[in-house]
């Protein structure tokens, strides 16, 4: 789209209006390669000003017929999606409007921290954080799954919901130590009349991918399990268990075998066909390559309670893991509870704060959000691939 890098509106502009509320442009977050923006922006009504919302804005200029129809029926699934999602721990998507010009989706403001900050602030003052608060993010995130993965319609048939892109920067920590996922705009699911997947290529951010999702094969909600330990794993360790060092290099003649070879030619082959990016092809040859003893090292740094869990969420076989959400959630709360000490919301924001407040110390200035702004964001796209890991310089 030629939109993506022109300007759009000035601050306080009003958006658009809708049911009474009109929507005023606070500041804009972020925009992808393709246009898409994702704002901040406060709600009026009449003289009276309401709270906050983020919009996503999909522009609908310079794009064809068949294209702008793509656009307003992917967004619509979301919204229509999103009526089954109403969870505390998943940030709710309120509505949607249409102009001549842009598609809008509208959703909570989440106040407080995303992973992916926190990772940045724990790295930069050389201290990781607790494995109390590790667990503690993990049975959060997990409550939010199980309340996906068993999503039923009103005929009381399953919707089957993968969130499919589990990251960093899509799970905020509020300031009273509230865990929140973010971004359900790449879910896939049975919703009646969605618009098929035409390639089974991965989504968002791949270097979170689950091996099934990178090399082409069926996904189900141990997908998203491997993706949450691949986050629980940064935030104890600051490692990936898809980095490649020298000695996987050296063992890839002996882990490349015909079969496998086989498997990640057609991943490629695929990602090649999806235009996905350069980067995309390392992660599928460590996906589909990477061995036991690997994991092993990078699970070390961690208490083995805590490696146990995270040795099966991140096996290559989906019939290895976790089978479901709640069961990871029980397994992880009894790994908290066996710590002796109390350690929930309260415990988890007085950590954070002691860990920005060291960052902060250690360098002129942090990119944590401050409570009252939002923090990192990514635009809610099926195109938006992206092969960052949540860790930063």
Not at 43 to 72: E, M, N, Y
Request: hydrophobic share 40%.
């Amino acid at each position: 789209m030629s939109s993506a890098s022109r300007p759009w509106h000035p601050q306080g502009v009003i958006l658009f209006s809708q049911d009474g509320v009109s929507y005023e442009l606070l500041r804009e977050l972020e925009t992808s390669h393709h246009g898409e923006s994702t704002v901040l922006a406060r709600q009026r009504t009449g003289r009276s000003i309401g709270g906050q919302v983020v919009i996503k804005r999909l522009p609908l200029t310079d794009v064809d017929a068949a294209t702008r129809d793509l656009i307003r029926t992917r967004l619509q699934e979301e919204v229509r999606l999103a009526t089954y999602l109403q969870h505390p721990n998943i940030a709710r998507v309120h509505r949607s409007h249409e102009t001549p010009d842009d598609f809008f989706v509208v959703r909570d403001f989440v106040e407080g921290w995303s992973l992916n900050t926190l990772l940045t602030a724990s790295m930069m003052c050389g201290v990781h954080l607790s494995e109390a608060f590790v667990l503690h993010v993990g049975v959060e995130v997990a409550r939010a799954l199980h309340h996906a993965h068993t999503r039923v319609d009103e005929q009381g048939h399953p919707l089957q919901i993968l969130h499919r892109d589990l990251n960093p920067r899509g799970i905020t920590l509020g300031p009273l130590g509230e865990v929140t996922l973010t971004d359900f705009g790449l879910a896939h699911s049975r919703l009646p009349g969605r618009r098929p997947t035409t390639l089974p290529r991965p989504r968002g951010n791949v270097y979170f991918a689950a091996p099934e999702a990178l090399l082409g094969g069926n996904l189900d909600a141990r997908s998203d399990l491997f993706s949450l330990g691949l986050v629980l794993l940064e935030l104890a360790t600051w490692n990936h268990l898809y980095n490649l060092d020298a000695s996987a290099w050296d063992a890839l003649p002996e882990t490349l075998t015909a079969p496998i070879k086989e498997q990640v030619l057609g991943a490629l082959l695929t990602a090649a066909a999806a235009a996905l990016p350069d980067e995309v092809d390392e992660l599928i040859l460590r996906a589909a390559t990477y061995r036991p003893e690997e994991l092993e090292r990078v699970l070390q740094p961690v208490s083995e309670p805590l490696r146990d869990i995270l040795r099966r969420l991140l096996q290559r076989e989906p019939s290895a893991r976790p089978s479901t959400a709640a069961e990871l959630e029980v397994e992880l709360r009894a790994c908290l509870a066996a710590r002796g000490s109390v350690y929930g919301a309260a415990e988890a924001a007085a950590e954070v704060r002691t860990s920005l407040a060291a960052a902060s110390s250690s360098q002129e200035h942090v990119t944590a959000t401050e409570p009252g702004v939002f923090p990192e964001c990514i635009p809610l796209s099926a195109d938006d691939i992206t092969t960052e890991s949540g860790r930063r310089a």
